[in-house]
Every structure is written in structure tokens, then in C-alpha cells.
């Protein structure tokens, strides 16, 4: 099983709805997120292209943070979903430092916290929280390994990208272009 | 001109604008772990030598140090920690991919091994000390029996720990300004250049000193060669590199880099060690301190620039 994520950057209006989903289903504390929504505006005026696209962890299939976590915190759960046990953290900052999209942060309880794939829904078979709000429908999850599922099926039909593939980290959130 | 304006709604603190997650604690800490490092080094180096006489205070006298620094050190990581009531878990698990975790298992037996070297050598500071205890006593014969094997011991947990310091950092692809294998040996250098500056501070024998002067002139030469070497293998390397290397060549941390970590911590002192080993009298407080300066600013400006460092996407 490999779950992954894909958003459609043509679709997704930047309405921020993930977010507010995110926050409230998690109970993200105030000021933070765990999701978030980047705007790229690109070329000379006229000829602007604009991007939308809704970013969380990229639950990489070679992840610096659970590489270089000290005690074993954070791992790979069923699926390769990236997570941290609480009570194993000790807000270090290691897998922070190590992100190169910047997706974790200190929760203000110490440990380190970030998206899980909102892996307490998805165990029971549904839709992580941002998926299942999103009121253009722009989010696909699924099983990669399911040539099915909703993810594998949109990733065939077309093109996508992934951030930052040369940094080694194998993510597995893509955006449909 | 093609420009790309990049909005994100991301504002997580210590992350956002740019990351902050390690502050002053962190490269202090390293800069007493190089420090320690170096002060061991040097002690076990020479009582392996059989120069144990020859260089009292580098082998007896100022290994004081590296304890103390150690112990501030820790405070200072432990001080660092967010979710400090679990750092035990640090000591349950061994994780070789995780150059802090095998750091911590490091600092435990440099630390250990340090108090050891010094109860040995209690003597020197304090001539009429006594253990009290037998058992303390028939610990000290043990210890004594076996101090070459010891010194061994030290001799390379020092090199590990000065490595380490560097690795920890050069572990992060994530941060292109760290991610170069240049950062262990440089630190270690550093690390070794502060000690072998503690050791010319303490000593008033003047040959000791002057032999630490000739070593921290060695190793000054190193430090510049590598710091040079970085810079070559960063603006041969792909964009993000080349971005983390401007940091230092006309960026933010120009001015902070090349002022006191290279001219005030390396070039200065190494001018003066030069000066005094031609036979012009300088007095010793000056280089050493010098250095040590050099060696905690560069800890400052490497571990505060690295975060600054990112790839762009």
C-alpha cells in the first residue's frame, strides 16, 4: 500500500477550505497549520500565469525527518504515511531543520507535529479531511498501488509534478499541471 | 525579465518567513563540544606521546576544562528542547541514520571519560586531595592501571565528538549552506584550533607555549584551506548552493563571516602566532582569545545562516 495525494493546480480556486478543515478536524492550535495554500504568479505582465496549489507534508517515500530523528519518533506508519508519536518526541528540531518544504512545526505542547493524512480517517476508510471538503473537488486520495483508486486513476489521465524531486526525498503529494 | 512572486499562507512560528528553529543554545553547544573535543585531544595526544611532562597543562591541567564545557553544553541542548520531559528517550534508542542520536550516545562517553581523565589528575589542582572512599580509591588504581587505554579511548571519541558537530549539521540536505561534507573536518579543525588556543592560555611554561602557538598556526592554515575548498565546491554546485554561498559573498552574513570569523578568528591570530614564533614577544592572551573568539562566532554564523538557506520552489 502507498497512499499519496494529488491536487489539481487548474481546479483549485485558493478559497483556503482545506486549511479550515485541517485546523478544526485536528485541532491545530491557533495560528498554525498543518496545510496551506501557495500562489505563484509567473512571467512579465500581460503574460501572467498564476498557480494554485494546496501543500502539506509530502509524506516522501525517502524522508529526511525519519531519517535524521534521533529517537525513532517519527516513522513510517501503514501506507507510508509519515507520523510522530507524542510521547517519543523531544522537540529536538531535527526533522524541522531537515524538511525542505518547511512542513512541520513545534507544537506549542513541545513535540513536533504536521499533516498525518489524517491517518485516524483514512484507517477507517475515509477521505482525509482536506479531500473531503473541497468544494471544487480538486483533491484526489488514494493507493497508489491500486491501479483504481481515485489518486492512480487522475495520475494517469494527466500530467503532473511533485516539489522540489531533486532533493532526493521521493514526495508523494503531486500536482496535477 | 520573467519573475516569479511566490504567496504563501503559511505562518507557523520558528518556521515562517524563514526558519528559526535553533537558537543561540545550539551553536554554543557545539562551539564547547568543539572546544572539549579539542582540549582532549590534545591531552590524550600527548600523554600517549610520553610528553606528559614536557606539556604539564595540556595534559593535566587544562582537560579541566572540557567537562565544564561539556556539562554547560548539555544544559544548553537540554535547555534547547521543546518537549523536554521526554529527552530520556534519546538514551533508549540507537539510530546509526541519525547523526544525533549517535551524537548523544558520544557526548555520554566523552563526557564520562573526561571526568575520569580529571579525578586522575586531581592532584595537580589540588595537591592534597584525598578520596576519602576506598572504593574511589581502588577506582583511581583501576583507572590509573589502565590509563593508556583510556588516553586511546579519549584520543578518539575526540575526533568523533569534534566530527560530530559538523555532521550534525552537513546531515541536512534540506539546508544547502550545511549539506557539505567540508563541514566535519572544518569543525573538527575549529574544534582543535580552540583547544590547542586553551591550552596556550593556561600555560606558563613558555616552550609549551610556544609549541601550541606553532600547532594552532598549523591548524589556522587548515581551517582557512578548507573554508576556501567550501566556497570552491559550493559555487561549482547546482543553484541552491550557489544561493548559500552568496549568504557569505555579498549577502546578509558577509560582513559577520568574513569580519570575525576569518579575519578576527583565523588571519589576526594567525599573523600573531607567526609574529611570536619569529620572536617577537606577543603576549599569549591575545591569539588564544582571539581564536576562541573565532571558533564560537563561526558556530553562531554557520548554525543562524544554515537556516536561512533553503531550496526555493
Known amino acids: 500500500m502507498r497512499y499519496a495525494m494529488a491536487v489539481d493546480t487548474k481546479k483549485c480556486v485558493g478559497c483556503s477550505d482545506c486549511v479550515v478543515a485541517c485546523q478544526t478536524e485536528n485541532d491545530v492550535p491557533i495560528g498554525y497549520c498543518r496545510d496551506w495554500v501557495v500562489e505563484t504568479m509567473d512571467g512579465t505582465y500581460p503574460q501572467l500565469e498564476v498557480e494554485l496549489r494546496s501543500e502539506r507534508c509530502n509524506h516522501c517515500a525517502n524522508s529526511p525527518c525519519v531519517r535524521c530523528c534521533p529517537t525513532g519518533a517519527s516513522h513510517f506508519a501503514e501506507g507510508g504515511i509519515v507520523l510522530v508519536t507524542h510521547n517519543k518526541c523531544i522537540g529536538c528540531g531535527a526533522c524541522i531543520a531537515s524538511c525542505p518544504y ?33 468544494p471544487t473537488k480538486c483533491m484526489y486520495f488514494g493507493d497508489l498501488e491500486d491501479p483504481n483508486s481515485d489518486v492512480s486513476v487522475i495520475l494517469k489521465k494527466r500530467k503532473s509534478k511533485t516539489l522540489i524531486p531533486e532533493a532526493g526525498t521521493q514526495p508523494q503529494l503531486y500536482f496535477l499541471i | 525579465m520573467n519573475e516569479e512572486l511566490i504567496i504563501s499562507g503559511r505562518e507557523n512560528l520558528m518556521v515562517d518567513p524563514q526558519l528559526h ?104 589542582l589540588f595537591p592534597r586531595w584525598d578520596w576519602k572512599y576506598q572504593w574511589l580509591k581502588d577506582l583511581e588504581t583501576f583507572f590509573n592501571k589502565y590509563k593508556k587505554v583510556l588516553a586511546w579511548v579519549m584520543l578518539i571519541y575526540a575526533i568523533i565528538t569534534g566530527v560530530y558537530t559538523g555532521i550534525l549539521l552537513s546531515a541536512f540536505n534540506a539546508r544547502p549552506l550545511w549539506n557539505t561534507s567540508v563541514l566535519g573536518p572544518l569543525f573538527l579543525a575549529s574544534g582543535l584550533s580552540a583547544g590547542a588556543a586553551a591550552i596556550v592560555l593556561a600555560s606558563k611554561d613558555r616552550k609549551e607555549r610556544l609549541a601550541f602557538s606553532k600547532i594552532d598556526l598549523i591548524i589556522l592554515g587548515v581551517e582557512l584551506f578548507l573554508i576556501v575548498h567550501m566556497f570552491m565546491g559550493f559555487l561549482a554546485s547546482t543553484q541552491v548552493q550557489i544561493d548559500a554561498a552568496q549568504l557569505f559573498l555579498g549577502g546578509q552574513y558577509t560582513m559577520v563571516f568574513w569580519i570575525f570569523v576569518v579575519i578576527i578568528g583565523i588571519i589576526l591570530p594567525g599573523i600573531l602566532d607567526l609574529m611570536e614564533l619569529r620572536g617577537l614577544h606577543i603576549p599569549a592572551v591575545i591569539p588564544g582569545a582571539l581564536v576562541i573568539f573565532g571558533s564560537l562566532m563561526f558556530r553562531f554564523v554557520f548554525v543562524f545562516a544554515g537556516q536561512v538557506s533553503r531550496w526555493l520552489y
Open chain 1, 102 to 134: 518547511d512542513a512541520r512545526y513545534p507544537h506549542p505542547k513541545g513535540y513536533v507535529d504536521k499533516c498525518t493524512f489524517c491517518h485516524h480517517r483514512v484507517k477507517e476508510g475515509m477521505k482525509p479531511a482536506c479531500v473531503a471538503v473541497c
Open chain 2, 21 to 124: 528553529i535553533w537558537h543561540w543554545p545550539i551553536p554554543l553547544y557545539l562551539f564547547l563540544g568543539g572546544l572539549a573535543a579539542g582540549v582532549l585531544f590534545f591531552a590524550a595526544l600527548f600523554y600517549l606521546l610520553g610528553k606528559e611532562d614536557e606539556y604539564r597543562s595540556a595534559v593535566r591541567r587544562v582537560p579541566f576544562v572540557a567537562p565544564i564545557a561539556l556539562i554547560i553544553g548539555l544544559a544548553a541542548l537540554f535547555y534547547d528542547l521543546n518537549h523536554k520531559a521526554f529527552f530520556w528517550r534519546l538514551y533508549t534508542t540507537v539510530r546509526l541514520e541519525s547523526p544525533m542520536s549517535w551524537g548523544a550516545w558520544t557526548l555520554l562517553v566523552i563526557t564520562a571519560v573526561s571526568v575520569i581523565w580529571c579525578a586522575l589528575n586531581i592532584r595537580e
